[in-house]
């Protein structure tokens, strides 16, 4: 009955760890990408998070850059120099932020939309596809169409420029 009990104790223990290991780490979800695997929703909340983490660290960095007069300042050159060291301690950043940027928000779950909305006052974190404006073209939220004064047949309006905020 001892030994029962022992082995019961190991059996709930085991089921226990492998319970609690829900979340994949960035390296495993960086291989499924590589690997090009479809991402769970556990996927696309471990890279929202450490693109997020990323974000709020980098913050601080993007204030004091964008508060500076010019390029040249000491403050600025200290900041950027920050800001590159703490990119280059997040190697998965790049891959990350390029996977949450080109996915939907159906595509990300509901709970990690509440942490992309959440994260979204943070200057490097990047929006879901169809979230907000396209990054590519920051300050362009859309295209000015005009169409022909007069009815002409055959006419197709083509795009006359850019809304710039």
């Known amino acids: 009955m001892k030994n029962f009990k022992i082995l019961l104790i190991c059996a709930l223990a085991l089921f226990a760890f492998a319970c609690s290991k ?3 780490t960035p390296a495993e ?5 590589d690997s090009r695997q ?11 998070d450490y693109c997020g983490d990323y974000a709020k660290q980098a913050q601080q960095y993007f204030d004091l850059i964008n508060e500076q007069p010019t390029d040249s300042t000491k ?8 800001l590159a060291s703490l990119r280059a301690a997040h190697p998965y950043l790049d891959m990350f932020q390029t996977a949450i940027y080109s ?4 595509l990300i779950g509901e709970e990690n939309v509440k ?10 974190f990047p929006l879901p596809e169809g979230s907000g404006p396209d990054l590519a073209v920051p300050g362009v939220v859309g295209e ?4 022909p004064s007069a ?4 006419v197709i309006a083509a795009p006359d420029g850019e809304v710039v905020n």
Not at 103 to 106: L, N, R, Y
């Open 151 to 154: 009815d002409t047949a055959g």
């Open 115 to 124: 942490k992309v909305n959440e994260y979204t006052r943070y200057q490097a």
């Open 29 to 33: 979800v960086a291989a499924k990408i």
């Open 144 to 147: 000015v169409v005009e169409m």
């Open 103 to 106: 996915a939907s928000d159906e």
């Open 75 to 82: 403050e600025y050159v200290r900041a950027v120099g920050e």
């Open 22 to 24: 829900t979340q994949p």
């Open 38 to 48: 479809a991402l769970s929703k556990s996927d696309y909340s471990v890279m929202i």
